[in-house]
């Protein structure tokens, strides 16, 4: 089987590369900003407080999708951040992908409200919060995501995917 791949999902301001950064670091894994995949379109709409659709989200996901396929191909564990926010984006991550492992993070949308507020410096404006938690469908237990909880220290979220994946740091797979 091939090395993990761990897509962390969540609504804008979840804290998704805050856990992400540190996870991967911690298990010697190579890490993807799913932001930085997203279509230059893609980034002007959001910018302009537009939220994306279905066809927005499609080229995004297939370069998400790629580099979970390329990091596969070369035998590599990974970290890669994306909203995730419907089943059928998750299923375009992990159908035919037995590696990719969902984690979740989950938080009241008043606690994200307040981190967006206090963020700088992202094209994800505030005003768009509503949007993704309108079309967030959190993952079922069929599913089999890692669940969690983002009211506690980034330095325990990280424990707790760690724990849940079954890895000790610096593991391949």
């Not at 993807?32 to 927005?56: C, F, R, T, V, W």
């Not at 890669?80 to 989950?106: E, F, H, M, W």
């Not at 069929?142 to 849940?164: C, N």
């Amino acid at each position: 089987m091939a090395p993990t791949i761990a897509v962390i999902m969540g609504v804008s301001g979840s804290g998704k590369s805050t856990v992400a950064i540190p996870l991967a670091r911690r298990l010697g894994w190579d890490f993807q900003e799913g932001d930085a995949l997203h279509p230059a379109a893609n980034i002007a709409k959001m910018s302009a407080g537009i939220a994306l659709d279905d066809a927005d989200r499609a080229p995004w996901l297939a370069a998400i999708a790629a580099w979970i396929d390329a990091q596969a191909a070369a035998g590599k564990p990974g970290v890669v951040t994306c909203s995730a926010l419907k089943r059928a984006y998750r299923d375009i991550l992990t159908t035919g992908r037995p590696q990719v492992r969902i984690v979740y993070l989950r938080g009241s949308q008043s606690l994200i409200a307040a981190r967006l507020a206090a963020r700088t410096g992202h094209f994800m404006p505030p005003s768009l919060l509503d949007s993704q938690f309108a079309a967030l469908q959190e993952p079922t237990p069929a599913e089999g995501a890692i669940v969690i909880d983002i009211d506690q220290p980034v330095t325990a979220q990280v424990d707790d995917i760690v724990r849940a994946l079954g890895l000790a740091e610096g593991t391949a797979s």
